[in-house]
């Protein structure tokens, strides 16, 4: 992969990251494609999402997809 970006996000606490992390967790690997992928990791209270691509085409879309998740979780109540 020739292009990566990564985020990471600071929760108030470990356990609202956790719950976050659980909502998206099920998606890595399930919305990647030949193009891209994406690797989620917590420590603590931080989650660090990272995507991986070919072409900077592949690597927004992927962080636009991953961005709408983490959004969703955390409006849904995840936190």
């Not at 985020?7 to 609202?16: G, I, K, L, N, R």
């Not at 998606?27 to 420590?43: K, Y």
Request: some cysteine; overall charge negative.
């Amino acid at each position: 992969m020739d292009h990566e970006f990564s985020v990471s996000v600071t929760y108030p606490s470990p356990a609202h990251a956790r719950r976050v992390e659980r909502a998206v967790a099920p998606e890595v690997g399930e919305i990647d494609d030949d193009r891209s992928e994406t690797r989620l990791r917590r420590s603590e209270k931080t989650l660090t999402l990272a995507v991986a691509a070919t072409d900077l085409v592949a690597l927004r879309a992927g962080l636009n997809s991953w961005l709408s998740l983490l959004d969703v979780a955390e409006r849904a109540g995840a936190c």
